[in-house]
């Protein structure tokens, strides 16, 4: 039977856009026609290397090369049989490009998973109580996105899983940033909300930093060991300068780009913190989602692409002053890395934690490498390094995350004293 939603496009009509994405898009659709227009432009200099070329446009590429060398020159037939092929690449991809754009902003797939209880609230902040009768964990994610991708979907959710094993997950829902939380510091996320939060917690827990959120989970931990009986770091950065101190500069360089659109509102809008993202691999949105084109948009393999891009494309706004820091501190001057981090005054010194920590580097990751996140585990004595063979979120929500991360975590968590 046809699905109402796509009964248009089983008729030849197309089907109704459910969902906006990728963000921003016009980067994206740019990014995909300066690179069409620059794998013509190579064609001069035969850059058979150059992203927009297909592998078999590569080895023509290399091939014409070494016959031009031969020959001193490349014959003019020979060139123009490649320059189509390159105007035939390049269009092949722009029409894969649109087509899986379409199809994931037409998915049906949406995410019906409800919200537990919050044992605790603040602000537009929550703790979600996932229930379980073991030792309670208190997830602390990032404050750029939403904070759900540890509870994706069904299947797909680390912290329902835990919760069946017999552990108690709680989830900080940092919330949407309102008026008050458009000034806060790091500091004041710190040493403010996610303190009161610990105060607020049935007795010590484990508390669990996934990407950014590990930042502040290990300042906080630091701060208050009657609070936090031990730590589980997930994909944390930390030498932000490890894999390319220029890239990072870079990234610190465009804060002032940034500015007259913090004006606006007081944070850095979604569509900004996208962007930046997107400088991390530029060509990687475009070609995942020629690739989404080619599913069977039936598959779990299509959904759960939908679940991950629905929420990369709901992100939530970063206050001024975090960005700021951010940006000048963490990427530009790499303080956490040197030592000269600091929350409420204090340096933010890993080597001190006394309490069990579990680390887990992704070795995928191309959101916070394995050269960024290592050097946290190595600071820190006692630490316990895990290393999956997966990516930043797929380690947490991906189709292999059970055995990626999930149960390395819950042998950990089951493994040290109470």
């Not at 856009?17 to 016009?26: D, E, N, V």
């Not at 229930?131 to 979907?153: Q, Y």
């Not at 017999?166 to 000034?183: F, I, M, S, T």
């Not at 006394?354 to 006692?382: C, H, K, N, Q, W």
Request: charged share 15%; glycine share 8%.
């Amino acid at each position: 039977m046809t699905r109402p939603d796509t009964a248009g496009a089983a008729h030849g009509r197309p089907g109704p856009l459910l969902r906006r994405g990728p963000r921003p898009l016009l980067l994206h659709l740019t990014l995909a026609m300066l690179k069409s227009t620059a794998s013509l432009s190579a064609l001069p200099n035969l850059n058979a290397g150059w992203p927009g070329w297909s592998a078999t446009l590569a080895e023509q590429a290399r091939a014409m090369a070494a016959q031009a060398m031969a020959a001193q020159a490349m014959p003019a037939q020979a060139m123009a049989a490649l320059a189509e092929a390159v105007l035939s690449e390049a269009g092949a991809q722009d029409r894969a490009l649109i087509a899986g754009i379409a199809a994931y902003r037409r998915h049906p797939w949406t995410r019906t998973l409800d919200d537990p209880p919050a044992i605790w609230a603040e602000g537009g902040s929550r703790v979600l109580d996932y229930g379980g009768s073991g030792r309670p964990v208190l997830f602390v994610p990032s404050l750029v996105n939403r904070a759900h991708v540890l509870d994706l979907a069904e299947g797909r959710s680390m912290l329902r899983f835990l919760a069946a094993q017999g552990v108690r997950p709680l989830l900080l829902d940092w919330g949407w940033p309102g008026a008050v939380e458009r000034q806060f510091t790091l500091t004041d996320y710190v040493a403010g909300r996610l303190e009161r939060a610990l105060a607020a917690l049935p007795g010590p827990v484990v508390l669990a930093g996934y990407c950014m959120g590990g930042l502040l989970a290990v300042a906080a931990a630091q701060r208050r060991p009657d609070r936090v009986a031990a730590l589980a770091l997930l994909a944390t950065p930390w030498d932000f300068h490890a894999v390319d101190a220029e890239r990072a500069a870079a990234m610190a360089g465009l804060l002032p780009l940034l500015e007259p659109a913090i004006a606006l509102s007081g944070t850095v809008p979604i569509d900004a913190l996208q962007l930046l993202f997107a400088m991390l691999d530029p060509w990687s949105i475009a070609e995942k989602y020629r690739g989404f084109a080619s599913l069977d948009q039936d598959s779990e393999r299509a959904r759960m692409f939908v679940a991950l891009e629905d929420w990369l494309n709901d992100g939530v706004p970063l206050a001024a002053p975090v960005a700021r820091a951010c940006l000048a501190e963490w990427y530009g001057a790499n303080a956490p890395a040197r030592g000269v981090w600091r929350i409420a005054g204090q340096p933010v010194d890993p080597a001190a934690l006394r309490t069990p920590v579990f680390v887990a580097v992704p070795g995928r990751d191309r959101i916070v490498p394995p050269e960024s996140a290592a050097p946290l585990a190595a600071l820190i004595p006692g630490a316990v390094l895990h290393t999956p063979r997966a990516g930043h979120v797929g380690m947490v929500a991906g189709a292999t995350a059970e055995r990626a991360l999930w149960r390395p975590l819950l042998e950990w968590l089951n493994g040290y004293p109470p």
